[in-house]
């Protein structure tokens, strides 16, 4: 059996499962909740599989790469698939104490689970265009997710997020038919030495600047952030936690994929536009957080200051850069979605989102005030917890490579992100009581609180072999001879076309 649909196909089945039981709650959110536990498992047997025996392809239709579409899982997007999955499944969890019964009859699920098809669709496939595809259904998904509610803010939240990401879409289109008419071909393993024999630099440079441009979009990254913090708080509080834990990670990853495979040739000349654009995202999410008392608009904005973060990584392209940044990407994609879920357990309890006028919730929620210390040391980098050691590894890289003022800069934020965050948590739990419980805090949202924070806790206890498969996975982007022989170097139907052959 050939693994690297399994999550495409799974997400899509239980999407179309789901529509149709609309009418009968119960039994679309157990098929919801199987569903994603299936998908999780399918995408964790990927991971294995591409560890054990190297990248995976999936050759649509019969047609040998690269006149056919492909999907390939390497060890970058099988990771990324995989974690998706967890924080996509714990999302979901949260969401059957978190909505109301008509709100979950009006499409919730299918939604879900149509956008988490896009997000592994994008992760997994092996062609420009079908990574258009794949965005535009993540997009139309979240679209509708985060107009949820049907609320004035949601709406104009909406408005905002999709005016700008169709104006990236038209852009992705040309940068797409620009690649076409320059390689004659959209397959990511072909494109590499098409480019690289192309006779002007200039403009593969000029198609990868209008590609990080929309994908830029896509992650939040400055200038183009300034729709997520309204879409993220205003989405339903699961939704949130997708959005800011997984889905701006699709925008860094097109970026990192592109930058370091299809883009090779000039990845060195587009580097002072990455390094620069993320230098002054990570400024503006933390001057943003800071003058922030919604919690929720806070997390937004600090989700925007830690993509910079990410993104500084991924511009060095070093080995250290890389490593940092893809450590980040799992201690963001699990603390954030922490953070999220857990304030959603405030905001429920208090019936308000101004943190000044919660105080006090420690006593009622000691559970949650710990899950939201443990959320908010990961995220401001404090040790041991991993967001130190992948913001020291982004520091190192920086100062190894020249860069001495990005690397204070970086360290400053790091301190200004705790500052934002440990304010949140005294304000909300700590001091005198300002606002009395309205609601208890169902079961259904504290469990997937826990896991996060227990998640975390496993990451930081075995930070050594993470270290070791992120090393592994930072040397397979950087030399993505495996991942293009594997797509190229077989015939359809044998071994090397299909997923066999030598390991790594």
């Known amino acids: 059996m050939n693994w690297v ?54 050759v649509m239709g019969g047609w040998s790469p690269p006149f056919g579409i492909v999907l390939v899982a390497d060890l970058l997007s099988g990771s990324l698939v995989a ?17 109301e019964e008509r709100e979950a009859r009006a499409g919730f699920h299918p939604l879900f689970h149509f956008l988490l098809m896009g997000i592994h669709g994008a992760f997994l496939t092996g062609d420009v265009f079908n990574l258009f595809v794949f965005f535009e259904v993540l997009l139309l998904a979240s679209y509708s ?16 997020y999709a005016t700008l990401n169709l104006v990236g879409s038209a852009v992705f289109l040309l940068a797409v038919g620009a690649l076409y008419g320059l390689a004659g071909t959209l397959n990511m393993a072909h494109l590499p030495a098409r480019l690289a024999a192309a006779e002007s630099p200039a403009i593969v440079l000029a198609i990868l600047l209008l590609f990080v441009a929309v994908f830029g979009t896509k992650a939040a990254a400055f ?15 699961p939704i949130s936690a997708m959005l800011s834990g997984v889905l701006i990670k699709v925008g860094a990853y097109a970026i990192l994929r592109l930058g370091g495979l299809v883009f090779a040739s000039v990845q060195a000349l587009a580097q002072p536009v990455l390094l620069g654009m993320a230098a002054v995202t990570m400024v503006v999410g933390a001057l943003g957080a800071l003058a922030q008392r919604d ?41 954030k979605a922490l953070l999220f879920l857990a304030a959603g357990h405030a905001v429920h309890a208090a019936g308000t989102r101004d943190m000044q006028a919660m105080g006090g919730l420690r006593a009622l929620l ?48 790091a301190l200004a992100t705790l500052l934002y965050l440990f304010r949140a948590w005294q304000w909300i739990f700590w001091g005198t009581t300002q606002k009395e419980a309205t609601h208890a805090v169902p079961i259904g949202m504290r469990a997937p ?56």
Request: charge should be positive; aromatic fraction near 6%; hydrophobic fraction near 55%.
């Open 83 to 99: 974690l998706a999955s967890v924080v996509a499944c714990l999302s979901l969890l949260y969401s059957t104490g978190y909505l």
């Open 223 to 237: 200038p183009f952030h300034f729709w997520l913090p309204d879409a993220h708080s205003s989405a339903p509080t």
């Open 366 to 413: 000691p559970g949650t005030s710990a899950a939201f210390l443990v959320g908010v040391l990961a995220i401001a980098g404090v040790p041991p917890l991993p967001g130190f050691f992948a913001k020291l590894a982004i520091l190192q890289a920086l100062l190894a490579a020249g860069h001495p003022v990005l690397a204070a800069l970086a360290a400053a934020m």
């Open 295 to 335: 919690v929720k608009r806070l997390l937004a904005y600090s989700s925007i200051s830690q993509m910079g973060y990410i993104l500084l990584g991924v511009g060095l392209f070093t080995p250290g850069g890389l490593r940092g940044a893809l450590l980040l990407i799992l201690n963001h994609a699990l603390g």
């Open 145 to 160: 997710l985060v107009a949820y509610g049907g609320t004035g803010a949601q709406l104009e939240a909406t408005l905002k």
């Open 5 to 58: 649909p399994a999550p495409i196909l799974l997400s899509l089945a239980t999407a179309i499962l789901c529509s149709g039981l609309i009418r009968w709650r119960r039994a679309q959110v157990w098929v919801s909740l199987l569903g994603s536990l299936a998908t999780t498992a399918a995408a964790g047997r990927l991971l294995l599989l591409v560890w054990e025996a190297g990248p995976q392809v999936h």
């Open 449 to 504: 609180v826990a896991v996060l924070a227990l998640l975390l806790a496993l990451v930081t206890a075995s930070l050594g072999p993470v270290s070791a498969w992120l090393t592994e996975v930072a040397a397979q982007v950087r030399s993505p001879e495996a991942y293009v022989g594997r797509v190229l170097g077989g015939e359809v139907g044998s071994p090397g076309a299909q997923g066999g052959g030598p390991a790594r």
